[in-house]
């Protein structure tokens, strides 16, 4: 070693016992406030896209009453309209409650992905 | 090249490992704190300062850059959080921190003798003494220095942590082993004279 590393070395400030130990209690006080803000939030944002689920559902259950979707369906069954199966997929299709279908789903998804990072451990990186 | 150990420290504490960003802070502590304390002369606002340096080091541990240095990079989160404390005090007792304004003389750089300067001066056994000598180079001299010697830093790290060019580094530590040759060889009732 350089001598004037050892010289060097004499004149270090050490820190008070106990520095880095407070340290590490200190950021891990500050992981946990986050990670209960985080399962606070996100829960919050599930128990919102719970309720959202409801009227997405009463929506859906609405469109595919009015739309006669179901109606088109049971007659992709009957034999007579076999023949002409593009043409009924297509009304079908057309007959599709989509805005139902994209609010429920919609409501779902939000609820999945809040559940999911309200449980989540919190990574340092995303503090 | 970053030691191996440090390295995988980093990546289990980007993982969510908080054992292994335990022990870096374990690791650094005290080269931190030293750090802080040499810039700002008050336990409380070293203590302060070093606390925050880690805290940004694991709030923004995803950005760093595995191949460069982790300790330039924690370096240099240092010394801009003890800026931004000296700031906040409105107390910058080294009024130049990362600006320096010296002149070097060539015939200064090209007449000096590194390694015999460094063993003369590594005598000095009186730990009191050295800090004396210390105080009279200017401190950002002081700073390269402490980070050379007491840090094991390379001059590119130091370059990095104080913002400041290679050559610029190299020129300040020698200058700061001939000032200090110098005290000592000068100095009324040296004690060191003899090894000149």
Known sequence: MNPLNQTFRKIEYAPRAGLAYDIIARIREREIAIGKRRFW??????????GATIPAVMLLVSQVSQSGFLDYVSLAA???????????????????????????????????????KAFVLPNPSLA | MMNPLELQWIKDSIKGDQSAFAELVRHYTAQIYNFCYRLT???????????????KVWKNLKKF???????????????????????KKKSIPFSNIG?????????????????????????????????????????????????YYQSDMTFDEIARVLGKSINTVKSQHRRALIKLREILSDAPNNPYQSYE
């Open chain 2, 41 to 55: 002369g008050n336990v409380q606002t070293a203590e302060d300062a070093t606390q925050e340096t880690f805290i």
């Open chain 1, 41 to 50: 939030g996100f829960s919050a944002l599930g128990i919102v896209s719970v």
């Open chain 1, 78 to 116: 009957s034999p007579a309209l076999k023949s002409s199966g593009i043409e009924l997929a297509s009304t079908v299709l057309s007959a599709l409650p989509v805005t139902g279908i994209v609010a429920v789903l919609g409501a779902l998804l939000v609820f999945a992905w809040s559940m999911r």
């Open chain 2, 99 to 147: 600006n320096n304004t010296e002149e070097f003389a060539f015939e200064d750089i090209l007449e000096s003798d590194d390694e015999h300067i460094e063993e003369t001066i590594g005598k000095v056994q009186d730990a009191h003494y050295v800090e004396k000598l210390l105080d009279e180079v200017p401190p950002d001299t002081k700073t390269v220095l402490t980070l």
């Open chain 2, 65 to 87: 850059d595995a191949k460069q240095s982790f300790r330039a990079w924690i370096f240099t989160i240092a010394r801009n959080t003890t800026t931004d404390f000296l700031r």
